[in-house]
């Protein structure tokens, strides 16, 4: 118990102190969620409704392969990442390997099918009542996706914030082809696990509180949007 | 209402931090006129005894270039080298560094500086080893593998794993059994672990002292010319692709063996331990 207490003690130092090197790994964490789960959104969220108001020949294997990637464990998407943009690798001469470009690429690979998945289910459940009222309206197929996406917006979110989550919790991608080089490639999560096998516990648990804050904000703000939108 | 407005500006914050925090490190490789990156593979024990964080921001100010530090075990480091994957390896595992010189992945390897392995164990020393063989690695060694005493083997080719297994070779043993634990980890992983199990293991000085204070270890041999520790420093053949900086790592290669550098490592550690964690021995030009 002393190292835990010992531990908090001196996280909350830390915080306070305002170490500089902290600031630029809490910003490099959100800044590659952040950019990662916004390219996701735009690929998983119009993808995830199509599919979920077509039929075609092979949307059932791809809807299996779209859940089999929802759990796709990070270090494969890290391996498969790196095996790629590796200077020995096709994509070698890009060199893309050990930057936060990489880290991004890495978890849109994991993000995506995560939002896609979870923006198939919504719309799939609602996709025929909206559909048959917009068409009742007049509404072209181009204004029933647009007008699905408004009316299923909080569901939508929720696999949104589903995808952030992932990503700023995500170690075994982003280390692999990261590196967790000082100044350059070091997020939190991978920061964490270096100061847990230095044995600097204190510093580590200072940065997860900082990870669980952050999340906590990020979870709030859909908390409230969601409150309010009921309301109305 | 007024809940929701200051979530949403909390987290407008923190965005727009984030943004100014990707500008800032922009900013700051103007500043230092920086001509280019290299990439150094080198060993865990290197980056966690903090040599590198003290003596490389030297490099950057007197040759423009950004150093991308890859901490893994030697053995990784050397395939690395191997892959063309890194512009210059600091390794220290010197038979397989012969063998990469050898086999033409690198013009030559150059001496940087030494320290020593140590044996660690529990303080109150169970099994007897620091009795028996304070001074002798391979007596200690074997005292452990007569005893099937607990030892935790780093297991993954790193310049430490190299040494280890090259004593168990010289006694001509071959450690098998419950006893054995083959971690797969890095140092500080592997000091850790043998604090739990209250084992023991072979650790590099540094990497040791760096953590002895969270543990109750403590040394068990030291002093035996088969626990020297010797590290080297190799550009990897630039000829391998068209990714490998051939110039900065031989301006690394340069710096690192420098009159000026190898009296920079000789200080390190003073301040903080009371005496050097490294002895430079690059060779006088």
Redesign the interface.
Known sequence: MDVIAEGFKAAIALLLKGDAQLYEIVGLSLGVSLCSVAISTFIGVPLGALIGTRDFKFKNALLRVIYTLMSLPPVIAGLLVFLFIMRRGPLGSLELAYTPTAMVIAQVCLVTPIITGLTYNIVREKADKVKNIAVTLGAGKFEVLKLLLSELKIGILAAIVTGMGRSLSEVGAVMIVGGNIKGKTRVMTTYIAQLKSMGDYSTAIAVGIVLMVLAFLINSFLYNYQQRDERL | MF??KL??L??AI??I??????CA?EKKKEAAKIIGTI?LATTTSTQ?SGLL?VILPDFTYKTGYNV???AVGSGEAIKMGE???ADVLLVHSPQAEKDFVAAGHSPARYDVMYNDFVIIGPKNDPAGIKAAAPNNAQAAFKKIYDDKVTFISRADKSGTNTKELSIWTKLGLVPSGDWYIESG??M??V??MTNEKLGYTLSDRATWL??SA??DLAIVTEGDKDLFNQYGVMVVDPK?????NAAGALAFQEWILSADTQKLIGQYGIEKYGKALFTPNAAAK
């Open positions: 809940k929701k979530l949403t909390g987290l923190i965005v931090m984030s943004l100014f925090v990707g490190a990439r966690d964080d991308d530090v890859i892959n063309g994957e980890k890095g500080g992983d000091i850790t760096n953590m969270n543990t391998k692709n068209a990714q490998i």
